[in-house]
């Protein structure tokens, strides 16, 4: 069984920054990647960004692109999300979540508050 904490979220002001991280813990951590979704009250979970375990390769949604870096420590078993230039419409719970290969996203955290204001 695998376990994610994501930590980092909070109440930022609009053109501020925040970096979210997650950790993993259990049995040994190795997934195909790992992601960062989010989700704004009354909307659904959506993509933010991921990062393939193996070779460390991104992919981002339009909408945070250039604002938003995703990064891990493998030795730490821990992704990064680095967001900046936050702006109002980034505020939602952030989750990240582990996908293994040929099973998807089986196992996620518990969600961290990120509140943007103007």
């Known amino acids: 069984q695998v376990q994610l904490v994501e930590s980092g979220g909070g109440l930022v002001q609009a053109g501020g920054s925040l970096r979210l991280s997650c950790a993993a813990s259990?049995?040994?951590?190795?997934?195909?990647?790992v992601g960062w979704f989010r989700q704004a009250p009354g909307r659904e979970r959506e993509f933010v960004a991921h990062?393939?375990?193996?070779?460390?390769?991104?992919y981002y949604t339009d909408s945070v692109k250039g604002r938003f870096t995703i990064s891990r420590d493998n030795a730490k078993n821990t992704v990064y999300l680095q967001m900046s230039s936050l702006k109002p419409e980034d505020t939602a719970v952030y989750y990240c979540?582990?996908?293994?290969?040929?099973?998807?996203?089986?196992?996620w955290g518990q969600g961290t508050q990120v509140t943007v204001s103007s």
């Open positions: 979540g582990a996908n293994i290969q040929g099973r998807g996203y089986i196992y």
């Open positions: 990062v393939i375990w193996s070779g460390g390769t991104t």
């Open positions: 259990g049995r040994t951590f190795s997934p195909y990647a």
